[in-house]
């Protein structure tokens, strides 16, 4: 069963960075879109950021212009740089990978985030 793991969560002070990692047990080329979701405590799961495998990527817009999706194929990890942190962006991120199949989604077990001065 294909898996997906993240890694690269923290408590850093606002303003911050941090790099979060999802590496998957099969090669990426074997999804469509991968990206990375958040959920604060009392919110609804949402989208941060998307790269399809065509080379789309969507931000959400709070995180744009400071946030960067990347995909390494050679380590199938995708990754989300995250810079000027802010308060707001706590929240424990998942990673999601969609196949070309009309399956369910793959998700990741999450990390924690936390900015915090």
């Known amino acids: 069963q294909v898996q997906l793991v993240e890694s690269g969560g923290g408590l850093v002070q606002p303003g911050g960075s941090l790099r979060l990692s999802c590496a998957a047990s099969?090669?990426?080329?074997?999804?469509?879109?991968m990206g990375w979701y958040r959920q604060a405590p009392g919110k609804q799961r949402e989208l941060v950021a998307t790269?399809?495998?065509?080379?789309?990527?969507i931000y959400e817009d709070s995180v744009k212009g400071r946030f960067t999706i990347s995909r390494d194929i050679a380590k199938n990890t995708v990754n989300l740089q995250m810079d000027t942190l802010k308060p707001e962006d706590t929240a424990v991120y998942y990673c999601?990978?969609?196949?070309?199949?009309?399956?369910?989604?793959?998700w990741g077990q999450g990390t924690q985030v936390t900015v915090s001065s």
């Open positions: 999601r990978a969609d196949s070309f199949s009309t399956g369910p989604p793959l």
């Open positions: 790269k399809s495998s065509g080379g789309i990527t």
């Open positions: 099969r090669s990426i080329l074997a999804f469509r879109t």
